[in-house]
Nanobody, 116 residues
Framework: QVYVAESGGGLVQPGGSLKLSCAVS????????MGWYRQAPGEQRDRVAF???????NYADSVKGRFTISRDNPNKTVYLQMNDLKPEDTAVYYC??????????WGPGTQVIVSS
């Protein structure tokens, strides 16, 4: 089983930046494909960024050009660089593997609040 631990959230002004980290651990020899997801109050959880094993990435339309997903394979860490943050980006952010998403297994996430 794979476990994840998100960190790096906080309170930021509109137009500001944050970098989230996801430490991955468990029974694997190399880091899996990984996605970043977010859930705003009263809304469903949606995927905002994804990186596969070869390193290809894709993004939700709402964050294209502002967010960048990357990874550090030796340290088994995935990042989400978030620039030009907007109030509508306010949410709890989660990282997860496709398998854990299929089983609806999630970690605690990290809170991002964008407000003046």
């Amino acid at each position: 089983q794979v476990y994840v631990a998100e960190s790096g959230g906080g309170l930021v002004q509109p137009g500001g930046s944050l970098k989230l980290s996801c430490a991955v651990s468990g029974d694997f020899t190399e880091i899996y494909a990984m996605g970043w997801y977010r859930q705003a109050p009263g809304e469903q959880r949606d995927r905002v960024a994804f990186i596969d094993r070869p390193g290809n990435t894709n993004y939700a339309d709402s964050v294209k050009g502002r967010f960048t997903i990357s990874r550090d394979n030796p340290n088994k860490t995935v990042y989400l660089q978030m620039n030009d943050l907007k109030p509508e980006d306010t949410a709890v952010y989660y990282c997860n593997t496709p398998r854990q998403v299929a089983y609806d297994r999630w970690g605690p996430g990290t809170q991002v609040i964008v407000s003046s």
